[in-house]
């Protein structure tokens, strides 16, 4: 990135005004230049070092309450959940009709119990993928409520979906897929008259190939259907449609008849990202990279490893017009592991890590850099660790060493074709969307949520230290870990964003962090992870839940689309699987993901390890490198070392009928400066019962506020959201000459109350030390103490969460300003015009640093108050 950012944090402590220039690369365009004037007073300065000495006193309070508690009921306890797990029970066979109009027959065969039976099964299933397209998925973790110990698999699909930008290959690999692609081919066309692809193509009559077409610009639709705009997942979302059970009736038999199983198995690459959300990509790519190769199995081994059963599912196929796969072979071509040795690799430098030694420390040295100026509040940057690969290091092998030594509940060995493996042990789930059977005591109490509502579940992972040399050593670097304020902050952004990512598409209201900093032990790392839920609303799916949560802010950072473009231009070279998620989308609405980390990607008869770590600005450099080349030693020992070598809780507050009404009738428009906090904020909104569209910021959105204006339909409110960067970036002045124009009330948050101070004639300032996923004690001014202030009923101090590290200088906020909210070390924590209906927080009301009843009241006031 150039020119370099130049930041002089001393120039702040020692003299009158300072200039800051940088360059950031906005997501969606060339470089933006910038320079931001920053004036300070000494005494401001002398402040802000004086508040960073006294941070690690503030954040290390260890204050533990011993009266009081309840508990918590455990999710699992409630309802009827798998854990990702197979059925209970096993499933009798049977038969159902598609939406397609395909009869699925699966016919269900037990494994006879035996000493090592099943894991004789397993192994050889296990042994075939070295030379066979196919996936074994492998659950060898329990977590109560979490995880189960289960195996799945399957070898020689009749059908391979291959994608790659927008171009997707749907290929039957045998007889028995030659008859299932009519059917298909009939889907795709049927895009293709929706407008969705711009080309199908059969090619050698074993071959469909497909177009899609490009989605529409940002700003042209809600950014809650972003999911919804063409992409390979349309394709993939036509696919579970044509395959699911038709009828309410049938679907719920399905799980009597194969347990759901049923469905799509295989790897989604990171860049699968960019169709979701576009950046300006930088590296260059391998053409014969995929971002997406999923299987349609017809044969699944399953075994339940906690209850000791195994069977096996047979499934034939039977099109309308009578074609069958009964009596065909299943089979398909081998193509055995290839070592390096035995690949022409001359013409290929061989580099044993893409990014020289020292170079990681010096990469998140930049990151800090914009980390100071408010660009970015943290990032995931990654390298790879490369091996040749002999006859010992085959993926079956590797495989079987990774899950005796680094059990997990996403194991994974799948063989993708081409001398493309994917080996993997990860700790962390992406997305897991399931139907629970609610338990509810008393049958005549409501359930909680619509019926056949999809719960949608996450479990961020941010927060590492390594393992101890025993229990006690262990209890040690937990504690370390729970009270570091660094690695909070990390696992606070991380879950804020996973709401976010939640917020766009669930139930308002739903979306709850059911498990708080909870342990995670792993053989050489212990992690603090997050549990969030949430409900979806009836017009989205999983597949939307999916997409919306690509890729988790674990593996990229936040702001997610800032962090995305950082990670872009930093790395030495692409991620290709890394970041990304394999598991299962099935054919029922369900789906189970894990992120692909902890992984061994085998290509070409070379083993490459690829480990990340979350930089905040507390980082140190040296300990972040220190801790990727960690997290990959225990997939690079698997690599290297033979089996016979010796080894030197949150819960949201019930919404009042206050909440639920004061929206009623009102419609909102809420625009999105690029933050990852936006959803969440809109899906507070929607709590008091208002209509709230988000609309991304620019041109566009303007457009569509005066239309809506001269169409009769003006706004009750317009909310600027947060955002990275400094107001100008976005134009907010455009946005607030058109509000002030039409006398629409506006509320702003961080960026929104920032743009507020600007446009009428104040001055930023911003902090020596960023306060980006930091809770602070702010304290009500006597305006913000007035009957009709945004504060109403609020006590006179109380805590918030902040992200940011711009703000408005005190002394130069304009007169017709009233500033109602100031934190401990006198930064403008919120203000209110003393004219127009406008208002604004430089803190934010939906992080879970703010306590929901106080975010909530801060809302409706600001509906109540400003007209």
Request: hydrophobic share 35%.
């Amino acid at each position: 990135m150039s020119p370099k950012l130049v930041l002089l944090v001393s120039a702040l402590l020692c003299c009158p005004t300072a200039v800051i220039s940088f360059a950031f690369h906005h997501p969606q365009s060339s470089i933006l230049r910038r320079d931001l004037v920053v004036t300070t007073r000494l005494n401001e300065a002398a402040a802000e070092q004086q508040r960073q000495e006294q941070i690690p006193r503030h954040y290390n309070n260890n204050d533990v309450p011993k009266t009081g508690g309840r508990g918590v009921t455990s999710p699992a306890d409630q309802k009827a959940l798998s854990l990702g797990a197979p059925p209970a029970d096993r499933p009798m066979g049977g038969s159902y009709i598609t939406n397609g109009g395909l009869q699925v027959t699966a016919k269900v065969v037990p494994l006879l119990q035996g000493p090592g039976v099943f894991q004789s099964a397993l192994d050889t299933l296990q042994t075939k993928l070295d030379s066979q397209r196919g996936v074994l998925l492998d659950s060898s973790y329990e977590f109560p409520g979490r995880y189960a110990r289960w195996s799945l698999g399957f070898v020689q699909p009749p059908i391979s979906i291959e994608g790659r930008k927008d171009q997707i290959v749907i290929t039957a690999l045998n007889g028995r897929g030659n008859i299932l692609l009519p059917v298909i081919q009939q889907a795709l066309l049927d895009l293709k008259n929706n407008g969705v692809l711009s080309k199908v193509e059969n090619d050698n009559n074993n071959v469909i190939s497909a177009t899609i077409v490009p989605p529409p610009p940002a700003g042209t639709f809600s950014e809650e259907q972003r999911s919804k705009q063409p992409s390979l997942f349309s394709v993939v979302r036509a696919l579970v449609h044509l395959f699911a059970p038709f009828g309410d009736e049938a679907l719920n038999n399905s799980n009597n008849v194969d347990g759901g199983q049923l469905g799509l198995y295989g790897a989604f690459g990171y860049d699968l990202t960019f169709q979701f959300e576009p950046i300006e990509l930088k590296q260059k790519r391998d053409p014969n990279q995929r971002d997406l190769v999923l299987y349609l199995p017809d044969e699944i081994l399953v075994i339940d490893k906690q209850r000791n059963g195994a069977w096996t599912i047979l499934y034939e196929f039977e099109t309308k017009d009578g074609q069958t796969t009964r009596g065909l072979e299943r089979t398909g071509s081998d193509e055995p592991f290839q070592p390096f040795n035995s690949i022409d690799n001359h013409n290929v430098a061989f580099e044993d890590r893409d990014t020289p030694r020292h170079e990681f420390a010096t990469s998140v040295e930049r990151a800090k850099q914009e980390f100071a100026v408010g660009n970015l509040f943290e990032a995931v940057l990654s390298q790879t660790f490369r091996h040749k690969c002999g006859e010992k290091q085959k993926p079956s092998i590797l495989f079987s060493r990774l899950k005796s030594r680094n059990p997990s509940p996403y194991g994974f060995c799948i063989n993708l074709g081409n001398q493309e493996y994917l080996v993997g042990a990860s700790p962390e789930m992406f997305v897991r969307c399931e139907r629970p059977n609610n338990k509810n005591s008393d049958d005549d109490e409501e359930p909680e949520y619509p019926p056949n509502s999809m719960r949608v579940e996450t479990c961020p992972i941010s927060g590492t230290v390594a393992r101890g040399a025993d229990a006690l050593e262990d209890a040690q670097r937990i504690k370390s870990l729970i009270i570091s304020a660094k690695e909070e902050s990390e696992l606070t952004m991380c879950t804020d964003v996973d709401r976010n990512d939640k917020s766009r598409i669930c139930i308002p209201g739903s979306v709850k962090v059911i498990g708080r900093r909870q342990i995670e032990m792993y053989s050489r790392l212990i992690h603090t992870v997050d549990h969030v839920e949430g409900y979806l609303r009836p017009e989205f799916d999983s597949l939307d839940a999916f997409l919306c949560h690509t890729w988790a802010v674990t593996v990229t950072g936040a702001p997610k689309t800032w962090a995305i473009q950082f990670v872009e231009d930093m790395e030495r070279s692409p991620r290709c699987w890394y970041g990304g998620a394999v598991g299962f989308i099935g054919f029922d609405g369900g789906l189970n993901t894990g992120l692909t980390l902890r992984t061994v990607r085998v290509y070409n008869g070379i083993a490459e390890v690829r480990a990340g770590a979350t930089l905040l600005f507390d980082s140190s450099p040296s300990a972040e490198e220190l801790e990727t080349e960690l997290k990959a030693s225990a997939m690079i020992d698997a690599i290297v070392r033979d089996d016979d070598e010796e080894v030197v809780t949150y819960t949201a507050a019930r919404k009042s009928s206050s909440t639920r009404n004061i929206g009623v009738g009102k419609k909102l428009v809420l625009i999105d400066h690029e933050d990852s906090f936006v959803h969440t904020l809109g899906n507070y909104l929607r709590q008091t019962g208002a209509e709230v569209d988000t609309l991304r910021s620019g041109p566009s959105a303007l457009a569509t506020i005066e239309r809506m204006v001269i169409q009769g339909n003006k706004p009750d409110m317009v909310i600027l959201s947060p955002g990275p960067g400094n107001p100008s970036d976005f134009g907010l002045s455009q946005t607030l000459d058109l509000l002030t124009k039409h006398s629409i009330p506006t509320f702003g948050v961080c960026l929104g109350l920032q743009g507020m101070v600007e446009y009428f004639g104040g001055t930023l300032g911003i902090l020596s030390y960023p306060m980006h996923g930091k809770p602070s004690m702010i304290s009500l001014t006597a305006a913000g103490k007035a009957d009709r202030s945004i504060f109403s009923s609020l006590p006179d101090s109380f805590e918030v969460a902040r992200y940011h590290s711009l703000h408005g200088l005190r002394d130069k906020i304009p007169s017709c300003i009233e500033v109602t909210a100031v934190s401990e070390d006198g930064i403008v924590m919120a203000i209110q015009h003393k004219e127009l209906p406008m208002a604004g927080v430089q803190f934010h009301p939906e992080s879970i640093l703010t306590s929901p009843f106080h975010g909530m009241a801060i809302l409706m006031n600001a509906l109540k108050f400003l007209r």
